[in-house]
Nanobody, 116 residues
Framework: QVQLAESGGGLVQAGGSLRLSCAASGSILNINDMGWYRQAPGNQRDLVASINSGGRTNYADSVKGRFTISRDNAKNTVSLQMNSLKPEDTAVYYC??????????WGKGTLVTVSS
């Protein structure tokens, strides 16, 4: 059974940085997209950033220029470097892998709290 596990969340002051990582256990074949989503209390889960197998990236407007997504295809890992963090970035961050059959795999999430 495939499981994704996020790491790297925590408490940081506004203006600080965090790096999130996501790793898969089990076998996932033909991964296409890898992405990060976030969900703040009372809000829906929204896309933060994604990267496809060719390295093409997509970012939410609110994080452009501050966050950088990267992936290691050999290790099936994806990372999110978050700089210049703001209190409004506070949320639970989830990684998601999608294969070419449009099956999605989610992690359980890691909490990021940015204090003002």
């Amino acid at each position: 059974q495939v499981q994704l596990a996020e790491s790297g969340g925590g408490l940081v002051q506004a203006g600080g940085s965090l790096r999130l990582s996501c790793a898969a256990s089990g076998s996932i074949l033909n991964i296409n997209d890898m992405g990060w989503y976030r969900q703040a209390p009372g809000n829906q889960r929204d896309l933060v950033a994604s990267i496809n197998s060719g390295g093409r990236t997509n970012y939410a407007d609110s994080v452009k220029g501050r966050f950088t997504i990267s992936r290691d295809n050999a290790k099936n890992t994806v990372s999110l470097q978050m700089n210049s963090l703001k209190p409004e970035d506070t949320a639970v961050y989830y990684c998601r892998y999608s294969d070419y059959n449009i099956r999605h795999y989610w992690g359980k999430g890691t909490l990021v709290t940015v204090s003002s």
